[in-house]
């Protein structure tokens, strides 16, 4: 499944994920998976919003500059070797690179979620069905 992905690009220091945050907060999006990566001076917070639209709007009037991307999404067992065997055995068999991803548990018991940036998505999304 393709899904929308809300990507900030900030600068590295303290009090900018909290300014994210409460321009999520200030609108009511609810944020259903984060992924914060840094480097010395740059990080780049990725989320998938309830409403994606809308979160973008919120950032922009909050004066972030932010990038809307769709990302494959997909459902896997919460289990060892969960990843490996459902994700990327299949997409390393079939010649896609990963560029990315995160993971989170998903509200069904048992079960987790992934979110992926990947060389070829609309192939990547069959495989991953």
Known sequence: MMIKQVSVFVENKPGRLYAILKAMDKSKINIRALSVSETDEFGIVRMILDDPDAGAEALKTAGFTSRTDMMVTAEIPDIPSGLLKTVVEPLSKADINIDYFYAFLDSTP????????????????????
Do not use: D, M, Y
């Open 110 to 129: 048992g079960t987790a979620r992934i979110v992926l940036k990947v060389s070829n998505p609309e192939k990547a999304e069959i495989i991953l069905v």
